[in-house]
């Protein structure tokens, strides 16, 4: 069925440190991967977004890296700062009737220590 | 543009009364989704629209759930009767394109069934 995992479902950094999410998913035919970053309180806001075409994409610090072969992508936030705090949600298209849906993941709360 | 509205911010109903969400996409936009937001099932796609005309509703729970989109500029989600279970954030959100591209998300409404 149409499924997105995702891991770790919290995630706890010191100020600096880099944080790694990880995400799987089950449609092979998905080709449109969106992270979304939601602040307490907020609307999920998209940050970083790969197509099937390219295996890595970087803005500053933050990175996703696609693998089809294997149906599983990362978020990579390097140097992290107490405002990278919140809850992340990947998400991966899935075809139902000719149109594409986004399938969100559970969500990985991050909490980045000063 | 102000982005996606929606109305109210905050329900608070009693079980067995109806309940109407609101929503208002970006001007422009041909997609509209409706998203459910819980800590258990995190962001569940609920309804998604294409042009006003609803595509795939899969994810409405039960027939107690219904939306419409009258016209490009407004859509509900209503709620007969409710009960304390559909407590839950609601959000819509709205794209130009589909769902391989970014989806803009509204401010939520926090919906609580006493």
């Known amino acids: 069925g149409e499924n997105v995992e995702q891991h770790p479902s919290t995630l706890s950094v010191q100020e600096g440190d880099s944080a790694v999410i990880k995400c799987t998913y089950s449609d092979s035919a998905s080709n449109y991967f969106p992270w979304y970053k939601q602040e307490l309180g907020k609307r999920p806001q998209l940050i970083i977004d790969?197509?099937?075409?390219?295996g890595e994409k970087k803005d500053q610090r933050i990175a996703v890296t696609l693998n089809k072969t294997a149906k599983h992508f990362s978020l990579h936030i390097t140097e992290t700062q107490p405002e990278d705090s919140a809850v992340y949600f990947c998400a991966a298209s899935m075809i139902s009737g000719g149109y594409n849906k986004l399938i969100f993941g559970a969500g990985t709360r991050l909490a980045v220590h000063p | 543009d102000a982005g996606v509205i929606q109305s109210p911010r905050h329900e608070v109903t009693e079980m067995g009364q109806e309940v109407t969400l609101r929503c208002k996409p970006i001007s422009g936009h041909d997609y509209l989704f409706w998203y459910r937001q819980t800590m258990m099932r995190g962001l569940e796609l609920l309804i998604y629209?294409?042009?006003?005309?609803?595509?795939?509703d899969s994810g409405m729970p039960e027939d107690r759930f219904s939306a419409k989109m009258p016209n490009a500029s407004f859509s509900t989600l209503k709620i007969q009767p409710s009960e304390p279970r559909d407590s839950a954030v609601y959000f819509c959100?709205?794209?130009?394109?589909?769902?391989?591209?970014?989806?803009?998300f509204g401010q939520g409404t926090r919906l609580t069934v006493v």
């Open positions: 790969i197509r099937s075409n390219v």
């Open positions: 959100a709205s794209s130009f394109g589909g769902q391989n591209t970014e989806a803009f």
């Open positions: 629209f294409n042009n006003n005309v609803p595509i795939d």
